[in-house]
């Protein structure tokens, strides 16, 4: 299984910027996918997740500002990200559980796109 991500960049703050990851490979179902970010010096984060059935939960810091969305069809799920802030700038990872068969899943991570934000 792979996640691939795409929509990272540079942006000035009030920006947007719209993440993209997709899922490939042995997969018989997603059940939670999600958005997690690193700055540098800091640990990994939850930004926002999103069940298979559309329920979602987000971190306080991207309340009001981000929205998650998935495509079940297509194995995608995006981060519209509005209102940047440059402590928003991190490495953001693609995240998904993923079942390969029916009775076996695990945890799968992408390679990350860097998201900058200056002010």
């Known amino acids: 299984v792979q996640l691939v991500e795409s929509g990272g960049g540079l942006v000035q703050a009030g920006g947007s910027l719209r993440l993209s990851c997709a899922a490939s490979?042995?997969?018989?179902?997603?059940?939670?996918m999600g958005w997690y970010r690193q700055a540098p010096g800091k640990q990994r984060e939850l930004v926002a997740r999103?069940?298979?059935?559309?329920?979602?939960d987000y971190a306080d810091s991207a309340k009001g500002r981000f929205t998650i969305s998935r495509n079940n069809f297509l194995n995608t799920v995006d981060l519209q990200m509005d209102s940047l802030r440059p402590e928003d700038t991190a490495v953001y990872y693609c995240?998904?559980?993923?079942?390969?068969?029916?009775?076996?899943?695990?945890?799968?991570w992408g390679q990350g796109t860097q998201v900058t934000v200056s002010s």
């Open positions: 490979g042995s997969i018989y179902s997603i059940n939670d």
């Open positions: 999103i069940t298979r059935g559309g329920t979602t």
């Open positions: 995240n998904a559980d993923v079942r390969s068969t029916r009775y076996s899943g695990d945890s799968y």
